[in-house]
């Protein structure tokens, strides 16, 4: 029954596909259209045993722009897979497959200027993540799951396949869910959703309620006109369809030069420290160079200013330039006072560790909390540290620059400052007990 249901919709398909030959034959374009065919009776094979064991993979190809462009199987997987016995042989599609098709080449260079392309080798770079789980970084049950939109050298994708992952490498697909590629699916900002969302970086939750985000649902539900100003993730981060996706603050909201406010640049240089890129005399580190590599952080003014013009381009489609600038300029402050509260925090372990009161891991290059170290932190209150840095402060300058008020004030700012509080109660407890301790020893 499986067997004749799988033939009949297989039947179905190629008439469906002679049809619209048939429509096309006779133009100018005749023999590019039997080119076409004939590509697609070569998928046949293919279908045959594709629309019985993964019907819904069939379907979608079939619905994609693929199909009727003569873009088969064989296209993206090669043609060494001929059957069950040797699935292994079917090669697994990279951006250089979709940049060598002719079709997409002027995509693919646009993503591998952005910061989607650095994602693989960035995640690869931290301190601890080869403590991790392998089925959590490249099984992509975590952080994997989202950076494997990183581009991979042959190499890695040799030592993933030899350690049992052998799906999932790609990239576009992150975004163009595989078969159907849809571009109207990767616009809509839940494309977006799976990745820009949770406990470092909740920009889903921030957009999707704020008034931007709030629009454009209602556009989808058409409650409002489907004229009406909403502007999506893509409005801003990928204008004209520009895969080449970055911010003016980076992930981290950290930059180079250093803010001419004297006080704002010494937390700058705090907390630059504890992020292991300048050491404790303030001098770059080797892991400022991998910063550099990734292209992951503004490091000139320049550099900043173009991604902030890029940006206001955007605004200035429903607001005044004032308006727009004025708005970015308070997501600034907010940094900086954010930077503020962190900076203090930093200081208060990185003491503790000077003054011999908490032992500094010996995987520390330096005698600072390493902030990317995250989860690993050995101790209650580095990983207090930890929490402020990664979840908090995030939330305080994402909140504020997606224009969501409750993200950047109750999940971020008031959070930071009940960090800093018990940071602070926690170093105070510790060197008391530090004092006590010294005080008996000293009587023994």
Same mark, same amino acid.
């Given at each position: 029954?499986?067997?004749?249901?799988?033939?009949?919709?297989?039947?179905?398909?190629?008439?469906?596909?002679?049809?619209?030959?048939?429509?096309?034959?006779?133009?100018?374009?005749?023999?590019?259209?039997?080119?076409?065919?004939?590509?697609?009776?070569?998928?046949?094979?293919?279908?045959?045993?594709?629309?019985?064991?993964?019907?819904?993979?069939?379907?979608?190809?079939?619905?994609?722009?693929?199909?009727?462009?003569?873009?088969?199987?064989?296209?993206?997987?090669?043609?060494?897979?001929?059957?069950?016995?040797?699935?292994?042989?079917?090669?697994?599609?990279?951006?250089?497959?979709?940049?060598?098709?002719?079709?997409?080449?002027?995509?693919?260079?646009?993503?591998?200027?952005?910061?989607?392309?650095?994602?693989?080798?960035?995640?690869?770079?931290?301190?601890?993540?080869?403590?991790?789980?392998?089925?959590?970084?490249?099984?992509?049950?975590?952080?994997?799951?989202?950076?494997?939109?990183?581009?991979?050298?042959?190499?890695?994708?040799?030592?993933?396949?030899?350690?049992?992952?052998?799906?999932?490498?790609?990239?576009?697909?992150?975004?163009?869910?595989?078969?159907?590629?849809?571009?109207?699916?990767?616009?809509?900002?839940?494309?977006?959703?799976?990745?820009?969302?949770?406990?470092?970086? #909740?920009?889903?939750?921030?957009?999707?309620?704020?008034?931007?985000?709030?629009?454009?649902?209602?556009?989808?539900?058409?409650?409002?006109?489907?004229?009406?100003?909403?502007?999506?993730?893509?409005?801003?981060?990928?204008?004209?369809?520009?895969?080449?996706?970055?911010?003016?603050?980076?992930?981290?909201?950290?930059?180079?030069?250093?803010?001419?406010?004297?006080?704002?640049?010494?937390?700058?240089?705090?907390?630059?420290?504890?992020?292991?890129?300048?050491?404790?005399?303030?001098?770059?580190?080797?892991?400022?160079?991998?910063?550099?590599?990734?292209?992951?952080?503004?490091?000139?003014?320049?550099?900043?200013?173009?991604?902030?013009?890029?940006?206001?381009?955007?605004?200035?489609?429903?607001?005044?330039?004032?308006?727009?600038?004025?708005?970015?300029?308070?997501?600034?402050?907010?940094?900086?006072?954010?930077?503020?509260?962190?900076?203090?925090?930093?200081?208060?372990?990185?003491?503790?560790?000077?003054?011999?009161?908490?032992?500094?891991?010996?995987?520390?290059?330096?005698?600072? #909390?390493?902030?990317?170290?995250?989860?690993?932190?050995?101790? #209650?209150?580095?990983?207090?540290?930890?929490?402020?840095?990664?979840?908090?402060?995030?939330?305080?300058?994402?909140?504020?620059?997606?224009?969501? #008020?409750?993200?950047?004030?109750?999940?971020?700012?008031?959070?930071?400052?009940?960090?800093?509080?018990?940071?602070?109660?926690?170093?105070?407890?510790?060197?008391?007990?530090?004092?006590?301790?010294?005080?008996?020893?000293?009587?023994?």
């Amino acid at each position: 029954m499986k067997t004749m249901k799988g033939k009949i919709a297989l039947h179905i398909m190629l008439g469906l596909a002679a049809l619209f030959y048939g429509m096309t034959a006779g133009s100018a374009e005749e023999k590019t259209t039997e080119a076409k065919a004939s590509k697609e009776i070569k998928s046949v094979a293919c279908l045959d045993c594709h629309t019985q064991e993964t019907p819904n993979i069939v379907s979608d190809w079939f619905i994609s722009k693929h199909r009727p462009r003569g873009v088969g199987c064989a296209d993206c997987h090669g043609e060494e897979h001929q059957s069950k016995d040797d699935v292994a042989k079917a090669k697994q599609p990279t951006p250089e497959t979709c940049a060598d098709s002719g079709c997409h080449s002027k995509r693919v260079e646009e993503y591998r200027k952005g910061k989607h392309a650095a994602g693989w080798a960035v995640m690869k770079a931290m301190p601890t993540i080869h403590w991790q789980p392998m089925s959590m970084i490249d099984g992509q049950k975590g952080c994997g799951g989202c950076h494997k939109i990183g581009e991979k050298s042959e190499e890695e994708m040799k030592k993933l396949k030899e350690a049992g992952s052998k799906y999932g490498h790609a990239a576009c697909d992150s975004c163009h869910t595989r078969h159907t590629f849809s571009v109207a699916e990767a616009r809509e900002p839940q494309a977006c959703q799976t990745c820009h969302m949770g406990f470092d970086h #909740p920009q889903w939750e921030m957009y999707s309620a704020s008034k931007h985000g709030v629009r454009h649902l209602l556009k989808q539900n058409k409650v409002i006109s489907p004229n009406a100003a909403a502007p999506t993730c893509q409005t801003c981060h990928m204008q004209k369809g520009n895969h080449e996706v970055r911010t003016p603050w980076g992930f981290l909201a950290v930059r180079l030069p250093l803010s001419e406010d004297k006080e704002w640049a010494a937390d700058q240089v705090t907390i630059l420290q504890a992020l292991g890129v300048l050491d404790p005399e303030g001098k770059p580190t080797a892991r400022l160079e991998a910063v550099k590599a990734a292209d992951v952080a503004r490091l000139t003014q320049e550099s900043f200013d173009a991604e902030r013009d890029k940006l206001v381009k955007a605004c200035v489609q429903c607001h005044s330039e004032n308006f727009a600038r004025g708005e970015m300029e308070k997501g600034d402050k907010m940094i900086r006072e954010a930077d503020r509260l962190l900076a203090a925090a930093i200081r208060e372990i990185a003491g503790l560790y000077k003054d011999g009161i908490l032992r500094q891991p010996k995987e520390y290059s330096y005698p600072f #909390p390493d902030l990317l170290t995250f989860h690993d932190a050995p101790t #209650p209150i580095e990983q207090k540290l930890f929490v402020m840095h990664l979840e908090h402060r995030m939330r305080t300058f994402q909140g504020t620059f997606h224009a969501n #008020p409750d993200y950047a004030l109750w999940y971020g700012w008031s959070e930071m400052q009940r960090d800093l509080t018990e940071i602070r109660h926690m170093a105070k407890e510790m060197r008391e007990k530090h004092a006590q301790e010294a005080e008996k020893t000293k009587k023994n």
